[in-house]
């Protein structure tokens, strides 16, 4: 695709497809002889879950969340309002939360909270991408993809404006201007 919004490539696509099929392997080997209920956080995260999905070896179903938090368009207050909440009960199962990225951590605090509180057997976090510096929580993040600088990152399922979800990688959002 061919235009000025994307900047530089972060994460190149055979990078993704390598990391992703190691991640579903660790998983695996994790979760080994236990089922497993994978939440994908709409709608960032459809690209990764999907992918990373093809790489586990261990039953596993799927579930969708999606979340809308206050505040400005690059920072969350951490005020957060579900937008749809799981279809399936998780008392006693094995939860996985699949996350596209993870900033300032504050949405992900409140999610781990909230499904905490139904009384899950276990939940980690598996995370495409982090901004570390941008972290204003300390969170349990079991599995990380890859830790990007702090720029606005697009493509593999992240948008601008619901646009360039589809690059087949991760790029910066080059300033318009």
Do not use: Q, W
Request: hydrophobic share 45%; net charge negative; charged share 30%.
């Amino acid at each position: 695709m061919n235009d000025p919004a994307i900047g530089e490539i972060l994460v190149e696509a055979g990078e993704l497809t390598a990391r992703v099929k190691a991640l579903g392997e660790e998983i695996s080997r994790d979760y080994a002889d236990r089922d497993l209920l994978l939440v994908g956080v709409l709608k960032g995260a459809v690209f990764f879950l999907s992918d990373l999905m093809r790489h586990l070896e261990v039953p596993c179903e799927v579930d969708f969340m999606a979340v809308a938090s206050y505040g400005s368009s690059t920072d969350s207050s951490g005020v957060v309002r579900i937008l749809k909440d799981l279809d399936i009960p998780i008392e006693g199962r094995e939860v996985l939360i699949v996350e596209d990225i993870v900033d300032s951590g504050l949405t992900l605090s409140y999610l781990l909270r909230t499904l905490r509180a139904r009384n899950p057997k276990s939940l980690e976090v598996c995370a495409l991408l982090t901004k570390p510096e941008r972290r204003k929580v300390d969170l349990p993040i079991r599995y990380v993809g890859f830790e990007i600088p702090n720029r606005f990152a697009i493509g593999y399922g992240l948008d601008h404006a619901e646009k360039f979800r589809n690059l087949p990688y991760v790029a910066v959002l080059a300033d318009p201007g």
